[in-house]
């Protein structure tokens, strides 16, 4: 089951300072849910495949949490870097996320590592954001 951010809850954990990093090929889909983690007071990097994220890492910027789609081009899909994540940030929580039926590798990927379904709602994913960065 996945947690829908109470309202009343939202003064629990600030999400100001806590920077997203949003992996998402499709500039619409990317851009909505950037917008509206900002607007839910989230500081929000975009990227567009994980050579792009992965980029991120390696300048050196803390990255709070990953929202990562699994289906992407380039040389790594979103499970790839969920495992590289892994290797290199253990402690950066991920939520994936895809339109199609969670992959079996999603699943083992460890406490930190969470799938959401496409279409999610944002909602849903501030609860995953807040519960994960406990």
Do not use: C
Request: proline letters at 7%; zero cysteines.
């Amino acid at each position: 089951m996945q947690p829908k951010s109470d309202p009343s809850s939202r003064g629990v954990l600030t999400p100001a300072k806590r920077l997203v990093l949003i992996i998402e090929d499709d500039f619409l889909t990317r851009y909505t849910a950037a917008e509206a983690l900002r607007e839910m007071g989230y500081l929000v990097i975009e990227a567009q495949d994980a050579a792009e994220a992965m980029s991120v890492f390696t300048s050196g910027t803390h990255v709070d949490f990953v929202f990562s789609d699994i289906n992407m081009p380039g040389s790594l899909n979103g499970l790839e870097f969920a495992r590289w994540l892994a290797r290199q940030h253990p402690a950066v929580p991920i939520l994936l996320t895809s339109g199609e039926p969670q992959p079996a590798e999603a699943l083992g990927l460890g406490k930190k590592r969470h799938f959401m379904a496409k279409p999610y709602d944002l909602d849903e994913v501030d609860g995953w954001l807040r519960q994960m960065l406990l």
